[in-house]
């Protein structure tokens, strides 16, 4: 189900395939993934004799029917890692039922992906003049978007050398002539040092809710933040690090998804994570710890260029697959009846 890491490299070349692994500068060259190896500590306890009538992993996702608690997270500069850019993995989340997240960096026009799959996010920058943000969604509310993320966690890099992989990603696009979503839109480059506050989200929520768009935060690890996000407006709160792509660091999100499911303990309060997902498994884990959605973008990315839409498509039926057959071997008919206590850390 482990895309082959060596062909990738081989057919990106070393500068996107550093952006790509995305490993900051202050990580030792053998040091595990934090978001991976936190997850690997959860191990998963089984139940028996359940008298199960059937499994159903769907959900009820913002007001649609998902296929599982999965979904693809967005990631800049498709184009430059495969020909068609997002459209196979849009077309296979189509198929299966799950949802997409997309990019403002992302190079394909949001109309053209939004024509192939009616359920995707836009993930913007909570960065800039207001304005910007508020331009980015009326575009994304004209193609059609559910809903938009916003990416609160370093969404500008202020200091060179913190780039993902050591890559500006935004000199590589330039340097062959695309168009990001946001240039597109006619959005300006959000600059060093934003000073965003909780006034700006609390706006930025208002005028996506003026047009039925809900908002989700990412990038929140503090239970405190995740409070305050849903107190200006938001409707979901996805705990990440971005990755740990700026800064190696930065807590694993796994680790304050427990804190901040406590904390935000209302069942209208939308909970997802984001990092870390590799195999199966974490997902149910993450599910357990009170996510209700988990997103999946590297290994998706390695996928697609090692066997396009092919290799994209059994990746993630292999996942809904899998995760079918963990939460029947944990005793459970459907997603809600998996216990806290399923999740044990060990080691």
């Not at 997240?101 to 836009?122: F, G, K, N, R, Y």
């Not at 609390?202 to 809900?214: E, I, Y």
Request: proline letters at 7%; one cysteine or more.
């Amino acid at each position: 189900m482990r895309p082959d890491q060596e062909i990738v490299r081989r057919e990106l070349g070393e500068r996107l395939f550093a952006y790509l692994m995305g490993r900051p500068a202050d990580m030792r060259p053998d040091e595990a993934d934090p978001n991976e190896a936190a997850l690997a500590r959860y191990k998963l306890v089984p139940r028996v004799m359940a008298a199960r009538q059937g499994i159903d992993i769907t959900l009820d996702f913002c007001g649609r029917r998902i296929a599982a608690p999965l979904g693809v997270g967005a990631y800049a500069a498709d184009r430059l890692f495969h020909p068609d850019g997002v459209l196979p993995v849009a077309e296979v989340c189509a198929e299966l039922g799950l949802p997409l997240m997309i990019s403002e960096e992302c190079l394909t026009p949001i109309q053209t992906i939004t024509a192939l799959h009616s359920d995707c996010w836009l993930q913007i920058r909570g960065a800039g003049p207001l304005q910007r943000a508020q331009t980015l969604i009326e575009a994304a509310f004209e193609a059609g978007v559910r809903g938009i993320l916003v990416s609160l966690l370093a969404p500008t890099h202020l200091r060179p050398g913190l780039y993902p992989g050591g890559v500006d990603i935004g000199q590589e696009i330039m340097d062959r002539g695309f168009r990001t979503i946001a240039e597109r839109a006619g959005s300006h480059p959000v600059e060093p040092f934003p000073t965003w506050g909780w006034t700006d989200l609390k706006a930025l929520a208002a005028h996506a809710a003026s047009m039925g768009l809900p908002v989700i935060a990412k990038g929140v690890l503090d239970p405190d933040d995740a409070v305050r996000a849903f107190a200006v407006g938001c409707d979901g709160v996805m705990v990440s690090n971005m990755g740990v792509r700026n800064v190696g660091r930065w807590v694993p999100a796994v680790s304050q998804l427990p804190a901040i499911r406590a904390a935000c303990s209302k069942p209208s309060q939308i909970l997802l994570l984001d990092g870390g997902i590799r195999v199966p498994p974490d997902v149910v884990v993450a599910r357990v710890l009170g996510a209700g959605l988990t997103t999946i973008v590297r290994p998706v990315v390695l996928a697609l260029v090692e066997g396009g839409i092919t290799a994209v498509r059994v990746l993630l039926t292999g996942f809904i697959n899998a995760i079918t057959s963990i939460v029947s071997w944990m005793g459970a008919d459907k997603l809600e009846d998996l216990k806290p206590g399923q999740a044990v850390i060990v080691g």
